[in-house]
């Protein structure tokens, strides 16, 4: 055997030699793997579950920090600590005037730039209740009234931010399906007069907070991550309908948390998942993760299928490398090393002599082409590089600023009068009122006296776009022009009015504008009312809920609520092919020659 194989040719010894000496090993260990891999899979799954949970536990932490910073800087603001204890009870006669509004605007401060958080309230000892919450305090006062256990456990904890269980808000007007929010709760002590308790703080923060750092993890193709507070109360779960289910009765739960036990095998409905659990030190919430059993299993059957495939490709591999082997085939390749190097260097005038006409020759011929094709590519790139620059500051040069074409429109408007064009005239004025006063600089409040000039030179614009198929009606009443409103408060709704409503009319169409006072001099309240087309039913609601076309209408809405209060707002009415009608009530903001900020303290 040993004489055969010594006298054979050179070729049969080194497929011997590479069959010993690295097939055969490899299959071994293959072999051998393929044995462990249900364990390897297993052992995977919850090593990476335990390392996902540990990253969603960091993440959400760090938020509720962030958040019960938020809440603390409640003692910040020693005025409001102020305000309330002279609004409480005990010093009742001493109460300040505006004391009240002292407190809601901070309120509705400590919500601005915070998405996560939905809504704050104070609830006062002497009763009151102050808010910042642009659905107004109708939703909330019934949950809280259905929980007194919260008020309860704040105040046992005497100052200390608690998290309390996952609670769902109904369908309403603001939203037309059910949302879930987490609410967290302090009791606010008098740090100026011996601590006393003068009311309790609550924030209620978004579950989409907690959306938007969970539903990003996956543990396994059916798998699912939950979190839970110490008494079992779900706070956080994909599904909806899973927040009214109380952990605190389910064998795993017990067992996990009274062992501690970051691993667990459960049998759950009939099947076997694996749970890992990590517990946040930080406020005692119980991250889980479930991965059913079978993905495991088919994780191992996919190994189990690479390793067999991949062990074949390698069998085929070595075979045909040992058949090349015994060819002239390392002496070319390592005269294409040389040149590779010498092309790393800038030689790109380097060629190979293809010394066959096979594989290896037509590698070296197309290697040469490379090479020849790299040299002519970097020579139009510097060429291209160097048109760009020369086109860039062409681009530059040829740049036109806003007065040129201030100065071309006035140009064509005296060429339109000596023509005796009026209405190409007027057109050309009112479209350069409308640039100058939308690009304009300055303050982003503005008189209702402009903003009416521009609504006018815009409707004009657009009636004869339309061919006078509808005509746009003003009626304010003069005391109101010097009063200030944000600028292009007007141009969505009319936009809408005239692209949506009066684009099916052939004629007859009518918009009016309305602007008047409340009884109250408080507000102002502006209706564009319509007799186009309408809004249908159910796009209507759509729009309301931010869900179609439409959400630039309500954001004008949000700004007004947050600033001044719910009264505020934008309220859109529709019947579908009779019109649609737009009422916005704005704060009555007078003409006070002031900045914009000072104005908004005014």
Same mark, same amino acid.
């Given at each position: 055997?040993?004489?055969?194989?010594?006298?054979?040719?050179?070729?049969?010894?080194?497929?011997?030699?590479?069959?010993?000496?690295?097939?055969?090993?490899?299959?071994?260990?293959?072999?051998?793997?393929?044995?462990?891999?249900?364990?390897?899979?297993?052992?995977?799954?919850?090593?990476?579950?335990?390392?996902?949970?540990?990253?969603?536990?960091?993440?959400?932490?760090?938020?509720?920090?962030?958040?019960?910073?938020?809440?603390?800087?409640?003692?910040?603001?020693?005025?409001?600590?102020?305000?309330?204890?002279?609004?409480?009870? #005990?010093?009742?006669?001493?109460?300040?005037?505006?004391?009240?509004?002292?407190?809601?605007?901070?309120?509705?401060?400590?919500?601005?730039?915070?998405?996560?958080?939905?809504? @704050?309230?104070?609830?006062?000892?002497? %009763?009151?209740?102050?808010?910042?919450?642009?659905?107004?305090?109708?939703?909330?006062?019934?949950?809280?009234?259905?929980?007194?256990?919260?008020?309860?456990?704040?105040?046992?904890?005497?100052?200390? @931010?608690?998290?309390?269980?996952?609670?769902?808000?109904?369908?309403?007007?603001?939203?037309?399906?059910?949302?879930?929010?987490?609410?967290?709760?302090?009791?606010?002590?008098?740090?100026?007069?011996?601590?006393?308790?003068?009311?309790?703080?609550?924030?209620?923060?978004?579950?989409?907070?907690?959306?938007?750092?969970?539903?990003?993890?996956?543990?396994?193709?059916?798998?699912?991550?939950?979190?839970?507070?110490?008494?079992?109360?779900? =706070?956080?779960?994909?599904?909806?309908?899973?927040?009214?289910?109380?952990?605190?009765?389910?064998?795993?739960?017990?067992?996990?948390?009274?062992?501690?036990?970051?691993?667990?095998?459960?049998? =759950?409905? %009939?099947?076997?998942? #694996?749970?890992?659990?990590?517990?946040?030190?930080?406020?005692?919430?119980?991250?889980?993760?479930?991965?059913?059993?079978?993905?495991?299993?088919?994780?191992?059957?996919?190994?189990?299928?690479?390793?067999?495939?991949?062990?074949?490709?390698?069998?085929?591999?070595?075979?045909?490398?040992?058949?090349?082997?015994?060819?002239?085939?390392?002496?070319?390749?390592?005269?294409?090393?040389?040149?590779?190097?010498?092309?790393?260097?800038?030689?790109?005038?380097?060629?190979?002599?293809?010394?066959?006409?096979?594989?290896?020759?037509?590698?070296?011929?197309?290697?040469?082409?490379?090479?020849?094709?790299?040299?002519?590519?970097?020579?139009?790139?510097?060429? =291209?590089?160097?048109?760009?620059?020369?086109?860039?500051?062409?681009?530059?040069?040829?740049?036109?600023?806003?007065?040129?074409? $201030?100065?071309?429109?006035?140009?064509?408007?005296?060429?339109?009068?000596?023509?005796?064009?009026?209405?190409?005239?007027?057109?050309?004025?009112?479209?350069?009122?409308?640039?100058? $006063?939308? @690009?304009?600089?300055?303050?982003?409040?503005?008189?209702?006296?402009?903003?009416?000039?521009?609504?006018?030179?815009?409707?004009?614009?657009?009636?004869?776009?339309?061919?006078?198929?509808?005509?746009?009606?003003?009626?304010?009443?003069?005391?109101? $022009?010097?009063?200030?409103?944000?600028?292009?408060?007007?141009?969505?709704?009319?936009?809408?009015?005239?692209?949506?409503?009066?684009?099916?009319?052939?004629?007859?169409?009518?918009?009016?504008?309305?602007?008047?006072?409340?009884?109250?001099?408080?507000?102002?309240?502006?209706?564009?009312?319509?007799?186009?087309?309408?809004?249908?039913?159910?796009?209507?609601?759509?729009?309301?809920?931010?869900?179609?076309?439409?959400?630039?209408?309500?954001?004008?809405?949000?700004?007004?609520?947050?600033?001044? %209060?719910?009264?505020? %707002?934008?309220?859109?009415?529709?019947? $579908?092919?009779?019109?649609?009608?737009?009422?916005?009530?704005?704060?009555?903001?007078?003409?006070?020659?002031?900045?914009?900020?000072?104005?908004?303290?005014?």
């Amino acid at each position: 055997m040993w004489m055969k194989l010594k006298n054979a040719k050179l070729r049969n010894k080194l497929m011997v030699m590479l069959a010993l000496f690295i097939l055969a090993p490899l299959v071994f260990a293959g072999f051998l793997f393929y044995r462990s891999s249900s364990n390897f899979a297993a052992e995977r799954a919850d090593r990476e579950s335990l390392q996902a949970l540990h990253l969603v536990r960091n993440n959400v932490d760090q938020l509720l920090s962030e958040i019960e910073n938020r809440m603390l800087a409640v003692y910040d603001n020693e005025l409001m600590i102020e305000q309330l204890s002279l609004m409480d009870g #005990r010093n009742l006669k001493n109460s300040a005037a505006g004391a009240e509004d002292s407190v809601n605007r901070f309120l509705r401060e400590s919500l601005r730039g915070k998405e996560d958080i939905d809504s @704050i309230y104070l609830l006062a000892r002497s %009763g009151s209740m102050y808010f910042a919450d642009i659905k107004g305090s109708g939703l909330f006062k019934p949950i809280l009234q259905e929980h007194p256990e919260w008020t309860e456990e704040i105040e046992r904890k005497a100052g200390q @931010i608690i998290w309390l269980p996952t609670y769902e808000m109904p369908p309403n007007n603001y939203f037309g399906y059910a949302t879930q929010y987490i609410p967290a709760g302090m009791l606010v002590k008098d740090v100026t007069d011996s601590l006393q308790n003068i009311g309790v703080l609550m924030m209620n923060v978004k579950i989409s907070a907690l959306d938007q750092i969970v539903e990003r993890v996956n543990v396994s193709p059916h798998g699912v991550i939950l979190i839970a507070d110490s008494g079992g109360h779900m =706070i956080w779960h994909r599904n909806d309908e899973a927040y009214g289910i109380n952990l605190a009765g389910q064998p795993f739960f017990k067992e996990m948390v009274s062992s501690g036990d970051s691993l667990s095998l459960q049998n =759950i409905d %009939g099947e076997m998942y #694996r749970i890992g659990m990590v517990q946040s030190e930080y406020n005692g919430w119980h991250y889980f993760s479930f991965i059913p059993q079978s993905d495991v299993g088919k994780e191992s059957g996919s190994l189990k299928r690479f390793f067999i495939v991949t062990l074949c490709v390698f069998a085929l591999l070595f075979v045909l490398l040992a058949s090349l082997t015994t060819h002239y085939i390392t002496k070319p390749i390592r005269q294409m090393a040389v040149a590779m190097k010498r092309i790393q260097k800038d030689n790109f005038e380097y060629r190979l002599q293809a010394q066959s006409e096979d594989e290896i020759g037509l590698l070296q011929s197309s290697f040469n082409s490379m090479s020849s094709r790299i040299n002519d590519l970097i020579q139009e790139v510097k060429e =291209i590089s160097e048109q760009e620059k020369e086109a860039e500051v062409k681009a530059l040069q040829a740049q036109i600023n806003p007065h040129f074409v $201030y100065n071309t429109l006035d140009a064509m408007n005296w060429i339109a009068i000596e023509r005796e064009q009026p209405e190409i005239s007027s057109m050309i004025t009112s479209l350069s009122d409308i640039m100058r $006063y939308a @690009i304009r600089p300055g303050s982003p409040l503005v008189t209702i006296r402009e903003e009416l000039k521009w609504a006018r030179n815009y409707a004009y614009l657009q009636e004869m776009r339309f061919e006078e198929r509808f005509e746009v009606r003003f009626d304010i009443d003069e005391e109101l $022009y010097e009063y200030r409103v944000p600028r292009l408060l007007l141009q969505p709704y009319l936009e809408n009015s005239i692209l949506h409503g009066m684009g099916e009319l052939e004629s007859g169409g009518l918009i009016e504008v309305r602007m008047k006072r409340q009884e109250n001099g408080q507000a102002i309240v502006i209706t564009i009312r319509d007799n186009g087309s309408g809004i249908p039913g159910d796009r209507l609601q759509l729009i309301r809920s931010r869900m179609a076309h439409g959400i630039g209408m309500y954001n004008l809405n949000d700004r007004l609520k947050l600033e001044y %209060g719910p009264e505020f %707002g934008v309220q859109v009415h529709s019947v $579908y092919g009779e019109g649609t009608m737009v009422t916005i009530v704005l704060p009555a903001i007078e003409r006070l020659g002031g900045t914009y900020d000072e104005q908004q303290e005014g």
